[in-house]
């Protein structure tokens, strides 16, 4: 049967249960949110529909406040209705998927399930989002016709952000209904699918927890402190910055205790189950209220008055000290190491204590990963895939071996009598140097059984440039950028400089990309396979040429950008720019120097430059400018338009998701954006070739455009010198300011007159010119070089 999802229903409205209903809302899904009637009512409140959904409409309006938001925007809200089982049980049979997201306690959820069975559609897929509870004791509370259609499907939170989707089908679940499932997940929602066995806290958590654990043992075993833990735990291996203990304070003491003290007796077999028992530390931890940031305290501590401050926990006494310094030399010199497999090496390698310690911590979750093969999931890419997308690993923990040398870890570990199983045995014997191998132009992972290997699952729409690369169809490179053949015609330029930071090679592919495309492709589409699209200019060389008087050839580098921004939105074939993550200043005006956007749904994007004491000049102003007209209704007047702009460029507006970014006009109203960041680059592909056999014509290259003129910088200028004279924005804001409304204002002209797209870029050129001068300027985008962060001065 052909299955579609037009409604979830979300059976609990937690803080997963709102988060979920919130995400599909981002990928524009209805859904019906229900949760208890609350406990203790009135007679007369108990015949008050609206009092009776409070837990549910409470919940559901909570997110208009959380940070970071679930939501891509808060109108999407009104996608979500609220409800009580009591009074709208029987709605169920609206939803094609029902999904139950209520308190982790077997009992509970059984009669949640019992009592929601009744209600649902014939066809209906029904699914629990445990994080470990057995699924085929849930389902024998089902009916048994009912069981082919119940599986877990497990979000990590916040859903909106995390990318693994553990789908963990019972003995009883339909296959077919279990890859529809998958697809959907994969496609409309962007998650990254791993299949799980039915075992307790399936693979993320079951491996990922005794990480933390086994951490913990060394911790103790080694005599060091929390702080010490969590600068080896971090960025310099590979992880988040939260590392361990502020994952722990981030997740709640509480909850990490919880999950820990339910698998203890679940695993009786394991190996390793001693490292699931709690210290006693914790537990006064969690007797206390020190649950982390949910109560405000846990391993760490913050004072905002009279100034910020951090404390960190002392475990022996359970009180507060000051946050101590972290000296390691082998961290401190691995800081400069910008290559991950190259710092683990150094790292774990390293022959002092911080060697050591990341040593235990890496081959401790080498061996358990290895140990549960076979138990917790088919082949080792599962777990080495869900680590990653779960808790935001580079790497996972046999990628992180193979770096290390399989061969190597595999004879330290048994010098050091650690547990490993016959498959690592196996695959030592026959003489391996990797785990991973590949057969046929197929990568494999292995399989628990002696020998055994199976494909790594592939997405046939995901692009991998690297691989595009070793099959020689690059077309041409610099330092800077590449051009790509992206395969039917379409080709590819793909920025690859440290952060896609915008300097002169960029520019000079991007024009070259154009003449190549209008030559030889039908279309051009511009993305990468980075984290982040592009962070802007490369402000270091725009600092040092201004700080050795080079304005000419500054002059030359900004006219140089604004053209690559012109040459795209007027190449002779269709340019559809991809964005992706950070998409700031340069970056944003590359992005709006498109004919059309696809971004990925998670792009965080903006015109930024006044932060660092100047305005766009890449075109961002004209571009900005015109698509607040071109949504104006009455276009007689333009006060709105120049509002609005004005107000996005002065305060470094970022949108914080793709739906964001069309409010602010960063995106066009018909632009669009996928929900799976690896099939970004090609649904652009697809998107060019649409736009490519429909009759494409290029826009014009210089059109009239109607400014403020005088009336607008008047109009800026009062605004500021209110806002300065209020102590809200610094004398050298205002003369940041008064360059961008004389840009966004078309200059000194008359109000209402008709000005060209390169008079409104000289104005922008000459704007930023004249502020790099100043020394206020130079010493913001030093400040910003140094620390990431703006300086107000």
Known sequence: MRRQIRKVAVLGSGVMGSAIAAHFANAGIPS?????VPPGLSDEDKTNRKIRNNIAAGAVAAMKKTKPSPLFTTTNMAMIETGNFEDDIARLKEADWIIEVVKEDMKIKKIVLENAAPHIGPEAIFSSNTSGLSLNEMAQSLPEEMRTRFLGTHFFNPPRYMKLF???????????????????ARDRLGKGIVLAKDTPNFIANRVGVHAMMATVQIMSEMGLGIEEVDALTGPAIGRPKTATFKLADLVGLDTFVHVAENLYPLIPDDEAREAFKIPDFLHGMVKKGLLGRKSGAGFYKMEKKPKKKFYTLDLA????RDKAKVKFPEIDAAKNIDDLPTRLQTLAWGKGKAGLAIWKMLASSFSYSAMRLGEICDQAADIDRAVCWGFNWDLGPFEVWEVLGFRKVVERMRTENMPLPAWVDALYEIGADTIYKTQDGVRMSPTAEAGGFAPVPVDER????????SQEKEVRRNAGASLIDLGDGVLG????????????D??????????????NWQALVVTNGADNFSVGANLMMLMMEAVEGNWEDINLIIHAFQTATGRLEHCGVPVVVAPHGL???GGCEMAMGGNAVRSAAETYIGLVEFGAGVIPAGGGCLRLYQRQVDRLMDKRDLQPAFRNAFETIGMAKVATSCAEAQEFGFLRPGDSWSMNRDHLAADAKDMALAMARGNYASPNEDHAIRVMGTAGIGLAESVLFNMKEGGFISEHDMKVGMELANALAGGKVPPGSTVTEKDMLAHEREGFMRLLGERKTLERIEHILKTGKPLRN
């Open 493 to 504: 330029l793909e920025f690859h400089s440290k952060m896609n930071s915008i300097g002169q």
């Open 32 to 36: 019906l949110v229900l949760d208890i």
């Open 506 to 519: 960029t520019l000079n592919m991007v024009m070259t990309a154009c003449s190549e495309a209008e030559k």
């Open 317 to 320: 006494t359970l009180e507060y």
């Open 462 to 469: 995901a692009f991998d440039f690297d691989i595009l690369r």
């Open 166 to 184: 553990e789908i963990i089908p019972t003995n009883d679940t339909d296959p077919e209904l279990m890859q529809f499932v998958a697809d959907f």
């Open 583 to 585: 998409t700031l200043g």
